[in-house]
């Protein structure tokens, strides 16, 4: 059901051999173009014509009516809606702490340098659709844009024929908890070249963020720069640390989570310990026979993005998940926090026994919109970060110019941009 990779005795660099998801997004980002040209001039008309096309849906209006939003709270079921707000109070809770503050540095007397954090004046959120519903990427797109003050903020998610062609009811009981009521039912590439465009009652947003397919993915990479945007998120991913201590019911019941999300979800498991290695492997084989999704998790464990890698220790096994970088990185060893701290490449981490992926995905209060394919190397998760822009205020009063005018006529000379260095001499030379 899943490969076996042996990495020992290897030395170098181990990405080549790691497994990973097949994805041409450049490829995908030219078939998705016209779609997105064609939003650009035609607007809603477009819209209406493409969620035909590829929902099977007919529009009559793109944006949902905020009486359906508040409907969709008051049929919620409780349980659900309790475990939404404790859901949204933990991930307040720990995006509230990532708030930054103005700060100004004394360069010298009369010359200051302050830096503000300035928030995104409007963003576009994206929550996925499809073979799931996620509630939960509602609160973990919304939050930290709430929690940066982000001015104007609008949610989309594809349109669902079993719901009168609006979006899952569960996401616009999301949006409701949340204080959302632009919501618009537009899924795929085509909701991002709204977001980027502008369409009829969608304002042109400077951000958008969010997971989706490799179609959304394509639609990210295609309009960056008309758009801001988080991250290409491509299928999800887990990678587990573990050692002969970790028990094997517990790593395969979370290689299974995410393989439950998708045909090309990646589920990796890295260890020095073989016999750990056959005990995962056979207690696969008994929950995937046993959960509700099994095809599809069957087909994720076996495809090419899913493996178990074998490894000479603990330190090998350290050096093939950086250099893995997953989205999500479990640490299930002896000693797991202190192997934990020495992880340098994941979206997000998981240390122990009790911290699985599916409590980040839901209720820890961390984000679950993270960095995929390798990309956590270089990119952090969704944050409140995400939404501000650091922003330099300089002061200096003529004394502090005049001190330091020599010094920038040298380096504008040095650069032969002799005008640069006279913008300045025009200030602190004599009359």
């Not at 899943?2 to 998801?21: E, M, N, V």
């Not at 990185?329 to 122990?352: H, K, Q, Y």
């Amino acid at each position: 059901m899943i490969s076996r990779i042996d990495l020992r005795g290897t030395q170098g660099d181990p990405r080549q051999a790691l497994p990973r998801a097949e994805l041409d997004v450049a490829a995908a980002a030219e078939r998705v173009r016209p779609l997105c040209e064609d939003v650009r001039h035609r607007g809603v008309e477009a819209l209406v014509e493409l969620t035909e096309r590829f929902d099977g849906v007919g529009l009559t209006d793109i944006r949902v009516p905020k009486d359906a939003i508040e409907a969709a709270l008051d049929d919620l079921d409780p349980a659900v809606r309790a475990a939404l707000e404790e859901s949204i109070r933990r991930a307040r809770a720990v995006h509230r702490d990532q708030r930054r503050t103005d700060h100004t540095t004394r360069v010298v007397p009369g010359g200051t340098v302050t830096e503000r954090w300035i928030p995104v004046d409007r963003v576009g959120l994206y929550v996925p659709g499809g073979r799931a519903v996620y509630p939960s990427s509602v609160v973990m797109n919304v939050v930290p844009a709430q929690e940066a003050g982000v001015r104007s903020l609008a949610v989309t998610s594809p349109p669902q024929n079993a719901f009168g062609g609006l979006p899952h009811p569960t996401i616009l009981a999301a949006c409701a908890l949340l204080g959302v009521d632009e919501v618009y039912a537009v899924g795929g590439a085509q909701a991002i070249a709204m977001f980027a465009y502008g369409a009829g009652p969608c304002e042109r947003a400077d951000m958008v963020t969010g997971p989706g397919n490799i179609w959304v993915a394509a639609a990210k990479r295609l309009l960056k720069g008309v758009i801001g945007i988080d991250a290409e998120a491509g299928p999800t991913e887990i990678a587990i640390l573990a050692d002969a201590t970790a028990n094997p019911d517990y790593v395969a019941a979370d290689l299974i989570s995410q393989a439950e999300h998708d045909v090309v979800a990646a589920s990796v498991l890295v260890t020095p310990d073989e016999a750990l290695a056959e005990a995962v492997t056979d207690r696969l084989a008994a929950r995937v026979a046993a959960t509700k999704h099994g095809d599809r998790v069957r087909e994720a464990l076996s495809g090419p993005q899913s493996g178990i890698v074998l490894v000479d220790d603990l330190d090998h096994g350290l050096a093939v998940v950086n250099a893995y970088a997953a989205e999500h990185l479990e640490v299930m060893t002896a000693d797991a926090a202190a192997w934990a701290a020495r992880v340098r490449n994941a979206g997000a981490i998981f240390v122990g026994d009790f911290s699985p992926v599916s409590l980040g995905d839901y209720a820890a209060g961390s984000n679950h919109v993270l960095p995929t394919g390798g990309c956590a190397c270089h990119t952090g998760g969704l944050s409140v970060q995400t939404f501000l822009r650091g922003v330099h205020v300089v002061e200096y009063d003529r004394e502090a110019l005049t001190d330091v005018a020599h010094h920038v006529i040298a380096l504008a000379n040095a650069e032969d941009l002799p005008a640069h260095g006279e913008a300045v001499a025009a200030r602190t030379d004599p009359a």
